[in-house]
């Protein structure tokens, strides 16, 4: 009897560890989060402040092509709801609901990234580099952070497809396809702001 009630403690005091562990886990994302919106709060400030600094060359009116920005926009927000898809298809507890939308964000993110690379590409070629002023070191470093950070949560998306379809939806399982919504999102958001400050101020 004491044998049965040490082992019910046990058992109870593992799963209040394993609960707290997935609790300290969200709030290290969250912090993680943070420190992200610092880094673009700083690198949006530096470019408000560099964008005019053209050192003779050509400003954003020149080099931009907005219309190519607007479809990089509806892919990456068209990615952010295929997200919030496939976290509706896991809380109805379809697994294959679940990796069929993740699979087509991770498409859409990378649709996205191969026009932001072309962009960058053709700028290179055209002589628009990060050394040729202020302005474009401030527009390849804000940009290219958002990039990475897209190709970042492409890779984290990939890695949580593989964790799925090993060992299906699990709390530790659905707690990931949480988070990395959020991230994902997060970087729509971020997005939103690049499109506005950064090419479309910068065309008007």
């Known amino acids: 009897m004491a044998h049965a009630h040490n082992h019910s403690l046990t058992h109870e005091g593992g799963h209040d560890g394993h609960h707290d562990l997935e609790e300290l886990r969200k709030f290290g ?40 920005v607007i479809v990089e926009t509806f892919i990456l927000l068209t990615s952010s709801f295929t997200s919030g898809l496939a976290v509706l298809a896991m809380n109805a507890g379809s697994r294959k609901g679940l990796l069929g939308w ?7 993110g990378a649709c996205f990234i191969g026009m932001e690379v072309t962009e960058f590409l ?32 492409i890779c ?13 939806i699990t709390p530790v399982t ?3 396809v949480h988070i990395t919504s959020l991230y994902w999102h997060f970087l729509d958001a971020v ?7 950064v090419y479309l101020m910068g065309v008007m």
């Open 191 to 197: 997005w939103i702001f690049v499109f506005t400050f």
């Open 156 to 168: 984290w998306i990939t890695a949580l497809i593989i964790q799925l379809s090993r060992h299906g």
């Open 102 to 108: 993740l699979v087509v964000t991770i498409l859409l």
């Open 122 to 153: 053709k700028l290179v070629h055209e002589g628009h580099t990060i050394h040729s002023s202020a302005f474009l070191s401030g527009f390849f470093t804000l940009v290219g952070t958002h990039g990475l950070h897209v190709s970042l949560g």
């Open 29 to 68: 994302f969250w912090i993680f989060l943070i420190t992200d919106c610092i880094l673009f709060a700083t690198l949006f400030a530096t470019f408000l402040v560099l964008h005019e600094n053209t050192a003779g060359g050509p400003g954003a009116k020149e080099i931009f092509e907005l219309p190519g």
């Open 174 to 176: 659905q707690r990931k």
